[in-house]
């Protein structure tokens, strides 16, 4: 039921608007682990209603969120790189054959945000010299052992971790290949200590 507030108090609400903007900022930050519960919750317990609201709002205003992504995955590096990880991702468990058990930054084992600085750290290697986000389309982010070499549901959530992952040039990417025993000349190094904490149930 939608409770209308008395002139007197949206008054005061008015009056004390920065306090109370404050104070929730406060509680927030205080019970950031029961509010993280509850919408987790909320949104298990409500899902095929959030869904159905988001599929409306999405046919209302498609053009203009289809075009604000374009504009976006262009000029927007990380949102990019986190658009082409969900995708890579979602594809290898579609061919195996099963769900996408979580999400693609759970299985990476960190947020996309501290992929995208573990892959501009590794621009300063040696054999990586020249590479930056200026000529993205000259080098490629590589599984080190390929997604399409698992055969189980265990496997592949190894392989989708960020220690599986390295830069190549698109040429050395495209001699590597799928295959196993590929040696980039001079060997890579500086592999990353961020592990998952996801586990196959």
Known sequence: MNIKRTRPAAKRHALNRERIKAQQKIYRRQNKDKISAWQKEYNERNKDKIRASKSEYFELHKDKILAWKRYRYAHDELYRLSC?????????????????????????????????DFFESQFALPENAGMSWDNRDQWHIDHIVPLSSAKTKAELVTLCNLSNLQLLWASENLEKGSKLDWVRRPPHSGRTTLTSDYKVE
């Open 84 to 116: 082409r990880r969900r995708s890579a991702t979602q594809r290898a468990w579609k061919e195996l054959g099963v769900s996408k058990p979580t999400s693609t930054s759970e299985l990476l084992g960190c947020s996309f945000q501290q992929a995208f």
